[in-house]
């Protein structure tokens, strides 16, 4: 079936404007997580859900970030008042189990610009 | 405070050669550690380890974890060119969170 997608794949937005990024993960999987990754640097994480329940929120940097899984299946990602130092690429990823220690399918991710 | 720390930062080679990437870590309470591959924009799973001493292999590439002395190593043997990429190493601790720590990556080019 289809991997986990995006959207939209490219976002440009105007400091103080509010953003919102979406993430269809596999049908069926459990586990979703959103990481944040700046230029040259590793994924940091961001929160995870099983299901509709978002058990971790301790890497969202700040209160302007807010994530929800509605339906424990798509999930938004929501950037309020965005500052140039949100400009990153922001990853998906699900996978099957609730545990969420099984493999992890990514996906193509988001590049946020802030100017 | 957990962190992963990835070498080399970047590494040129030429197709066939043999590649060691080594991830070494400090976490509270290790419950795994994962490797993956990224060329484009997704990473894409490697590996999972768990115990220490055990090798995982995957055709050319290969893992091991040393948990008495915080590490891991990432082997490629046979370098092709379709093996550059960014290789990363991420942690996750065994409770309190579903926090995976990645570290920074080691960039591989690998030369026809």
């Known amino acids: 079936g289809a991997g986990v997608s995006q959207s939209p794949r490219y976002k440009v937005a105007k400091r103080g404007q509010d953003v919102a990024l979406r993430c269809d993960p596999i049908?069926?999987?459990?586990?979703l997580f959103w990481y944040q990754q700046a230029l040259g640097q590793g994924p940091e994480f961001l929160t995870y859900f099983q299901n509709e329940a978002q058990l971790d929120k301790s890497g969202l940097p700040s209160d302007r970030f807010f994530a929800e899984r509605p339906e424990g299946s798509v999930s938004t990602l929501k950037i309020q008042r965005t500052q140039q130092e949100d400009s990153a690429v922001y990853l998906c990823?699900?996978?099957?189990?609730?545990?969420?220690?099984?493999?992890?399918?990514f996906g193509p991710g988001t590049r946020l610009t802030v100017l | 405070e957990d962190k992963v720390v990835q070498s080399p930062l970047s590494l040129v080679v030429h197709e066939g050669d043999t590649v060691t990437l080594n991830c070494s870590y400090e976490v509270t309470n290790f419950r795994s550690l994962l490797w993956y591959k990224q060329e484009k924009k997704a990473p894409t799973f490697l590996f999972m380890l768990t115990s220490s001493g055990i090798e995982k292999k995957s055709g050319r590439l290969s893992s091991i974890l040393d948990k008495k002395e915080l590490f891991s190593i990432l082997n490629i043997t046979a370098t092709q060119t379709g093996d550059s990429a960014i290789y990363l190493c991420?942690?996750?601790?065994?409770?309190?969170?579903?926090?995976?720590?990645f570290g920074t990556g080691t960039r591989l080019k690998v030369l026809a």
């Open positions: 049908s069926g999987h459990v586990s």
């Open positions: 991420a942690l996750r601790r065994a409770s309190g969170t579903y926090k995976y720590i």
């Open positions: 990823a699900s996978s099957l189990l609730r545990t969420g220690e099984d493999t992890q399918y």
